[in-house]
């Protein structure tokens, strides 16, 4: 019983959070000069247009119900970086954009943690449905975090392997792209031998700031 209610209270923030990230690396390749994203209809923050069945429902079900980690991912959005009016300061855009819109729910989720908390010290009523409310949150703070964190990592495909070639030398960053076919084994290989087992101290640390901010504006 209480998984599915670890579950009921990630899945809504879970949601959210993969939709605004991929909403927003589709809106800002729109802004650059990239309409293949929205020729297929990913400018959207309707769900439907990003979720993955498997892996932004039935993976994290399977983390939230089990106590593992909550692990997921969204449908990438396709881009086409040789549309991009400016080819380098589109794509790195492009790329950030997805832990850009994360951040801002980090921030969202922090000033309503701070006026739930305000609302639950004025009015003792419905202390109850604010405190589950404040948990769900918290987990969106954790998971929005944990985006954020991830998505940096500089292993292709994730966002922050486009970045980092930008920054290397023409010949280094050649050779850097050829990991790019090979980069989805390397990561599942790095989780199932827990080589990023690093990222929950740095989730729970970086979340735990916006959390002291939220009880100490309070």
């Known amino acids: 019983m209480e ?7 990630y899945l809504p923030v879970l949601l959210l959070s993969f939709t605004a990230h991929e909403f927003a690396h589709a809106w800002v390749a729109l802004k650059q000069g990239d309409d293949t994203a929205y020729m297929l209809g990913r400018v959207t923050l309707n769900p439907a247009a990003h979720i993955d069945p498997i892996g932004s429902i039935l993976f994290p079900a399977i983390g939230a ?4 980690p909550v692990l997921g991912w969204a449908k990438p959005v396709p881009t086409n970086s040789r549309k991009y009016r400016n080819y380098r300061r589109g794509d790195i855009l492009v790329s950030l954009a997805g832990v850009a819109a994360n951040f801002v729910l980090v921030l969202l989720f922090t000033l309503l943690c701070v006026g739930i908390l305000l609302v639950m010290d004025a009015v003792p009523a419905g202390r109850d449905t604010l405190g589950l409310l404040w948990q769900m949150l ?3 703070i954790l998971l929005n975090v944990g985006l954020i964190l991830f998505n940096l990592i500089p292993i292709p495909p994730l966002d922050g392997s486009h970045v980092l070639y930008h920054y290397l030398p023409p010949r280094l960053g050649a050779q850097y792209r050829q990991l790019y076919p090979y980069g989805m084994f390397i990561l599942w290989g790095l989780v199932l031998l827990g080589g990023f087992n690093f990222l929950g ?3 729970f ?3 735990s700031v916006f959390l002291r901010v939220a009880g100490a504006a309070v």
């Open 201 to 203: 101290p740095a989730i």
């Open 138 to 140: 918290v987990r969106g």
């Open 65 to 68: 119900l089990t106590g593992a």
């Open 205 to 207: 640390g970086v979340a």
């Open 3 to 9: 998984n599915l209610d670890n579950l009921l209270l």
